[in-house]
């Protein structure tokens, strides 16, 4: 489990869990390789497994050590997505070999190397932790439907007991050097359907029938001709992209009965969920000429959030810098990630990896940034604990 020097190495642990090959939602080997490196150094573990109608069983694994406050939990994802076409990778995507000092493997980033260097830290630092409880939750549901992983861990825990005074989860925010950015927000996201209805008919008769798709032209453009907002002191401007536009239609001489168009709204802290309906039944209702129309919004959704905690980004910001030398910048940018189920039970940061190669062909990590990540998770939890003591 460790190096010659005693100390844990991020790079071999990284290399097991990259042979694992726990594509979504697979759980490849991952959760129990974890479990049982965790269990090794006495950490209490549960194994949990969650399902819902219409979506995989997912794996999860919730492990503490320690007891009472402070309670920081780490939270990151075993899952990976598919590899693509392995015969294009430099090195193959599950073995976990190392080219030019850069591991390489489905993961690397995304964010096996997160959790690597978490546990690489962690193993080295529970054998003087003298008081606090310190805890990890691994998801293999995170680059899934999201349904049966850390959303459903949370709520577990809540039942039985466990109060999170701080999390971090481990994605990749770097973006240039590691410890150049963390993340302490994230602007929320609204997702839906708009749906038209018309008369289907011959295109050589456009009179005996009802073309849904020049009206859904025009409300979709109501909705993209002109900026949500201008962005907020922490947050980027909110935006609205159009994802597809349907008919089911594979015929030329043939106008469809209905067309509809989907959507993403990536908001700040300008907007709620209320607000945002509001405005797209305004703008939608301007352009449907007074014809019915159908608005849906896809159950998942996720708040914009922003957290002000500074003994948790201001212990981490300082271990970064301790390590580095330069202090990060702290963001709200970028996509969502798991932290917005974290966020309802305690204040929460992101802080990994740098992401350039995430998803990617060749996904790899530097083994010097491995090494540098693994150094400033460390000293955060010397430092987080310390100010407890």
Request: with cysteine; proline share 6%; net charge negative.
């Amino acid at each position: 489990m460790s190096t010659a020097h005693g100390k844990a190495d991020p790079a071999a642990i990284l290399a097991d869990l990259i042979r694992c090959p726990s594509v979504t939602p697979a759980e490849g080997g991952a959760i129990s390789y974890l479990e049982k490196r965790l269990q090794a150094l006495g950490f209490r573990t549960e194994r949990l497994r969650f399902s819902e109608e219409g979506t995989p069983d997912i794996d999860n694994l919730f492990a503490s050590i320690g007891s009472g406050a402070p309670h920081l939990v780490f939270c990151g994802h075993s899952d990976v997505v598919p590899a693509g076409e392995a015969a294009k990778w430099r090195a193959p995507p599950f073995e976990g070999r190392v080219v030019d000092g850069a591991l390489y493997g489905r993961g690397a980033v995304d964010m096996k190397g997160g959790v690597a260097s978490f546990l690489a830290a962690a193993e080295d630092f529970v054998g003087g932790m003298k008081q606090g409880t310190l805890s990890l939750l691994i998801t293999g549901d995170e680059e899934g439907a999201a349904v049966n992983g850390t959303v459903k861990v949370l709520g577990w825990t809540k039942e039985r007991g466990e109060k999170f005074d701080a999390a971090l989860v481990g994605e990749p925010t770097s973006s240039k050097a590691v410890g150049d950015m963390i993340k302490i927000g994230r602007r929320g996201s609204l997702s839906g359907t708009i749906t038209v209805t018309g008369k289907q008919g011959h295109s050589a008769y456009p009179h005996l029938a009802d073309n849904p798709i020049p009206r859904l032209v025009a409300m979709v453009s109501a909705l993209t001709a002109a900026p949500l907002d201008e962005g907020t002191k922490d947050f980027q401007p909110s935006h609205i992209a159009i994802t597809s536009i349907d008919t089911g239609n594979p015929a030329f001489n043939v106008i469809p009965g209905a067309a509809s168009a989907r959507f993403n709204i990536r908001f700040n802290d300008r907007w709620s969920f209320t607000s945002l309906e509001q405005w797209l039944r305004e703008k939608l209702d301007g352009a449907a000429g007074g014809k019915p129309y159908m608005l849906a919004f896809e159950p998942m959704t996720s708040d914009v959030f922003l957290t002000k905690a500074d003994g948790l980004t201001g212990t981490l910001s300082a271990a970064i810098k301790e390590v580095t030398g330069s202090a990060p910048e702290p963001s709200t940018t970028g996509g969502t990630s798991d932290a917005r189920f974290v966020k309802n039970y305690c204040p929460v940061v992101e802080f990994g990896l740098v992401g350039a190669t995430m998803h990617q062909i060749d996904e790899r990590v530097p083994l010097v940034d491995l090494a540098t990540l693994t150094q400033i998770y460390a000293r955060f939890l010397a430092l987080y604990f310390a100010r407890a003591a």
